[in-house]
């Protein structure tokens, strides 16, 4: 069965600082990864995704992901974070196709991220 | 704007009361889905439709039912039979196949508690 693991429920930093937010991944075949960020009371906003090609993956809002196959993680990381960007951060793995083609995402139990001014 | 709009925002329910909450799209998408979250717990999807008329069980189905009359239209009942249905829900709708970028997008959510 597909999988991530967040394995940390809170990260903190200090603003300007650079941010990464863990996760790590078991799938069958090649993954399909994604991360979405989750405001107080609000939905989920698609962040960015890893098909194929390059290992780094710019996304929205200035964040990026690598991927790493041998680590078998999908870490979301930003240069400089800042005040606005605290919020809850999941990230997600593509399931195998089921019925007319529809695909499911798994999602992980999510990372909050608290950014000090 | 295109996107999908849930309601009501906020909802109260007393025991062994059936609630349906609302989910509507413009996105044109073939695919909706309805997930529950817990904190802690991340979201664990309910009930998915890939199709008018036509949907299926997700991995916490019971206690709750849906319809899909209409492509736009993915309401969600949560029935007197849900044991623990005090959560925040919310609805995301997709292309399918092989368009499917993996992107889902999602509503605003509904918060149902349970007096």
């Known amino acids: 069965a597909q999988s991530v693991a967040q394995p940390e429920d809170q990260v903190n930093v200090a603003e300007g600082n650079p941010l990464t937010v863990k996760c790590t991944y078991s799938v069958s075949g090649n993954p399909y990864l994604f991360w979405y960020v989750q405001y107080p009371n609000r939905g989920l906003q698609f962040l960015l995704k890893?098909?194929?090609?390059?290992?780094l993956v710019k996304g929205s809002y200035g964040f990026e992901a690598e991927f790493n196959k041998s680590q078998t993680s999908f870490h979301l990381k930003k240069p400089s974070a800042l005040v606005s960007d605290s919020a809850l951060y999941f990230c997600?793995?593509?399931?195998?196709?089921?019925?007319?083609?529809?695909?499911?995402?798994?999602f992980g139990k999510g990372t909050k991220l608290s950014v000090i001014p | 704007d295109g996107g999908i709009t849930q309601s009501p925002k906020y909802l109260f329910r007393k025991e062994g009361q059936n609630v349906t909450l609302s989910c509507e799209q413009n996105?044109?998408?073939?695919?909706m889905y309805w997930y529950r979250q817990d904190p802690g717990q991340g979201l664990r999807l309910i009930y998915y439709?890939?199709?008018?008329?036509?949907?299926q069980k997700g991995d916490i189905a019971e206690g709750y039912s849906v319809s899909r009359e209409k492509k736009e239209s993915f309401p969600l009942t949560v029935t007197s039979a849900q044991k623990n249905p005090t959560a925040f829900y919310l609805c995301?709708?997709?292309?399918?196949?092989?368009?499917?970028?993996?992107?889902?997008?999602f509503g605003e959510g509904s918060r149902l508690t349970v007096l």
């Open positions: 439709s890939q199709i008018v008329n036509d949907f």
């Open positions: 997600a793995v593509r399931d195998p196709p089921s019925g007319a083609g529809s695909y499911q995402l798994t």
């Open positions: 996105l044109n998408h073939d695919a």
């Open positions: 995301a709708s997709s292309t399918l196949g092989q368009g499917f970028s993996g992107e889902l997008f």
């Open positions: 890893y098909i194929t090609g390059d290992n």
